[in-house]
C-alpha cells in the first residue's frame, strides 16, 4: 500500500523556523520524485518545491527561493522540508506528494497524497 505521511506542522513566529517530513511507505523513494505543496484557505493549491530522490534534482517556488531547502534519506524513507525565515504568507496546510518523472510544481501530475500538516505563521 502506497502512502505519505507528513508531520512537523506547528505554529511559529515570523521569522522562525520549521523542518517538516513526509515518510513515505509501499514503494521504493529512489524512483519517484516528492513534492510538497501547500493550500491557504480561499486559495489553490501551490507547489513549494520538489525532488527527484534518484539524482537530487531540485525545483522550487520563486516565493521560497533562498529560504527553503528541500532533502531526502532514502533509508529512512523520508523527505523533507526545511522552511526558515518564516513569513506570515507560508500559513497553509503543507502536502507531500510522489510521482514518477520529473519534478514539477504541478499538483494535478502527482498521485499520491499525504493527508497534509498545518504550519502557521503568526506572532
Known amino acids: 500500500q502506497v502512502q505519505l505521511v507528513e508531520s512537523g506542522g506547528a505554529l511559529v513566529q515570523p521569522g522562525g523556523s520549521l523542518r517538516l517530513s513526509c515518510l513515505v511507505s509501499?514503494?521504493?523513494?529512489?524512483?519517484?520524485?516528492v513534492g510538497w505543496f501547500r493550500q491557504a484557505p480561499g486559495k489553490e493549491r501551490e507547489g513549494v518545491s520538489s525532488?527527484?530522490?534518484?539524482?537530487?534534482?531540485?525545483s522550487f517556488a520563486d516565493s521560497v527561493k533562498g529560504r527553503f531547502t528541500i532533502s531526502r534519506d532514502n533509508a529512512k524513507n523520508t523527505v523533507y522540508l526545511q522552511m526558515d525565515s518564516l513569513k506570515d504568507e507560508d500559513t497553509a496546510v503543507y502536502y507531500c506528494a510522489a510521482r514518477m518523472g520529473i519534478p514539477t510544481m504541478n499538483p494535478s501530475l502527482y498521485h499520491v497524497w499525504g493527508q497534509g500538516t498545518q504550519v502557521t505563521v503568526s506572532s
Open positions: 525532488i527527484r530522490p534518484r539524482d537530487g534534482r531540485t
Open positions: 509501499g514503494f521504493t523513494l529512489n524512483y519517484y520524485t
